[in-house]
């Protein structure tokens, strides 16, 4: 444990800056629950003090507000200072038959949050994140269109986490959201690099949005 403690924004004091995501607890080909509850509970003990959940880590609709269940639980089974826990947790997503379809209209989200705060047993949640909004809900479907269009293929998440370099060890940590790419560099020695400048046309778009 860090000898003295920081201020981490909005989360507020840490002594160990770092979070438990509970995806792969929650998601296809997780764990038993109790093995899992096992996983937060020892990270707890461990000086977490950050939960990351959300509303759509389950296997699909059916199973909704599983990875939330799963911190209530792990929680109550837990002896320590559950006060100082923050637990984040995200809307925007829907799982029909295990797929991630972004869902940021006004209603799915009321539902959603209702569900969280459910699943959570608390009466207002600590933080919440979109994973989507209601511009992606309505253009996304659109854009995938063009892109196949253009003989883009697509690469659901399942597969791509098979791809070696997520074994990769990643010993980041830090208060920037950098990147995996970023995270790996730095775990193999290398020196960073910077993300590239997008093409001029994406900035004259942008620019001329804003106005």
Known sequence: MPATSAAYGVLGTLDLPLALGLLRLSTEGRPAEAEAIEVVRFALE???????????????????????????????????PRDQVRVITKA?????????????????LRR???????????ERLFMLLLHANELNADYSGKLFERLRER????????RALEDPAYAS????????????????????????????????????AYEKGRK
Request: proline content about 7%.
């Open 92 to 108: 925007g997503l829907a799982r029909p038959k295990g797929r991630w379809v972004p869902n940021g209209r006004r209603d799915h």
């Open 46 to 80: 461990q000086g977490v003090r950050v939960l990351d959940t959300a509303d759509s880590y389950a296997t699909d609709d059916r199973d909704l507000h599983y990875g939330e269940r799963l911190v209530r639980k792990a929680l109550a089974a837990w002896e320590g």
């Open 112 to 122: 959603m949050v209702e569900g969280s705060l459910t699943a959570l047993g608390v």
């Open 169 to 204: 060890p990643d010993a980041y940590v830090g208060r920037w959201g950098i990147s995996w790419l970023h995270h790996w560099e730095q775990a193999m020695g290398r020196p960073r690099t910077g993300a590239p400048d997008p093409p001029s046309w994406v900035s004259e």
């Open 151 to 158: 003989n883009y293929e697509f690469v659901p998440l399942a």
